[in-house]
């Protein structure tokens, strides 16, 4: 009995002794396996931070991608626009040069044309100035200067001519001493026979009127064209350089309240000018230096 009862005891307490080394070993087991638990959790939430981390730089990052892409779009687009600028800029920089050198040229052309409208006045002039005098030396026998008159107009060479030296008093009949001085006027003009011949007839303000002239208009373009005929008929100058030409009692020289003005606006004025179509080639570059 003491046996057995010894022998329950040493199983009890074996049996104690063995569940106190199992509840502290599942301790010790449930304290380490609640540390590693922790340091999962912290190492996740460490994990979690750092994905968040992660996440923030990518949206940063995708950001400033589009940022910068932005960016790149709008330099490439600044450049090929620079380009284009570049490329306008030659081409309006050549097109530039090609105006200037065609301003130059044509400045260089007007420069030659405007010396060779200087030569050709200059020529005129000399021209002139030689067939006045050459008129002035073959009228001045005989004549009274209040007769002629001769001047140089610009481009031209006219005569002044009393009318009572020209005609009968109040018609267009020429006396004997007319004919001699369209005489001498002819042999000047059958020299110069790249020249025009303009006669105009002037008149007082008188009015006049009977069965040969209707008025001064009348008088003064008879008086002409009788000037006219006695150089191309007798005189044998070419009809196709003479011009007759009235001019009644207009462009008066002075006054008609006095005889001795009224004496001065009577007159015929024979001009001797370059023919037309000569006159239009010196204005053509064309032709000018022929």
């Known amino acids: 009995m003491k046996l057995t009862l010894r022998l329950l005891t040493l199983l009890i307490l074996a049996a104690s002794i063995s569940s106190?080394?199992?509840?502290?070993?599942?301790?010790?087991?449930?304290?380490?396996?609640e540390s590693e638990l922790k340091n999962a959790n912290d190492l996740l939430m460490d994990c979690e931070d750092e994905r968040n981390r992660y996440s923030t730089d990518l949206i940063e990052a995708r950001t400033s991608l589009k940022y910068l892409t932005e960016q790149l779009t709008d330099c490439k687009q600044q450049r090929d626009k620079q380009v284009t600028q570049v490329g306008d800029l030659?081409?309006?920089?050549?097109?530039?040069n090609q105006n200037i050198n065609k301003t130059l040229e044509q400045l260089e052309k007007k420069d030659k044309y405007i010396q060779l409208l200087q030569a050709a006045k200059t020529k005129a002039d000399s021209i002139n100035l030689a067939l006045a005098v050459n008129l002035k030396g073959v009228l001045k026998e005989g004549l009274d200067d209040n007769d002629v008159e001769i001047k140089v107009d610009k481009t031209v060479v006219f005569i002044n001519l009393s009318d009572k030296m020209l005609y009968e008093s109040g018609s267009a009949n020429l006396t004997s001493r007319a004919k001699e001085v369209l005489g001498k006027i002819a042999a000047i003009l059958d020299s110069r026979r790249e020249m025009e011949v303009m006669v105009e007839g002037y008149t007082d303000n008188k009015p006049i009127s009977n069965n040969c002239i209707s008025d001064n208009w009348d008088l003064s373009v008879k008086r002409a064209t009788a000037v006219i005929r006695v150089l191309q008929n007798d005189y044998?100058?070419?009809?196709?350089?003479?011009?007759?030409?009235?001019?009644?009692?207009?462009?008066?020289?002075?006054?008609?309240?006095?005889?001795?003005?009224?004496?001065?606006?009577?007159?015929?004025?024979?001009?001797?000018?370059?023919?037309?179509?000569?006159?239009?080639?010196?204005?053509?570059?064309?032709?000018?230096?022929?």
């Open 20 to 33: 106190c080394v199992s509840k502290k070993k599942y301790l010790e087991l449930q304290t380490k396996k």
């Open 90 to 96: 030659t081409v309006l920089s050549q097109a530039a």
């Open 236 to 290: 044998k100058i070419d009809p196709n350089r003479l011009i007759a030409a009235g001019r009644g009692e207009f462009n008066a020289l002075a006054t008609n309240d006095t005889e001795e003005g009224r004496a001065t606006n009577r007159r015929t004025r024979i001009i001797i000018l370059p023919k037309l179509d000569q006159f239009y080639d010196l204005l053509n570059p064309a032709k000018a230096a022929e």
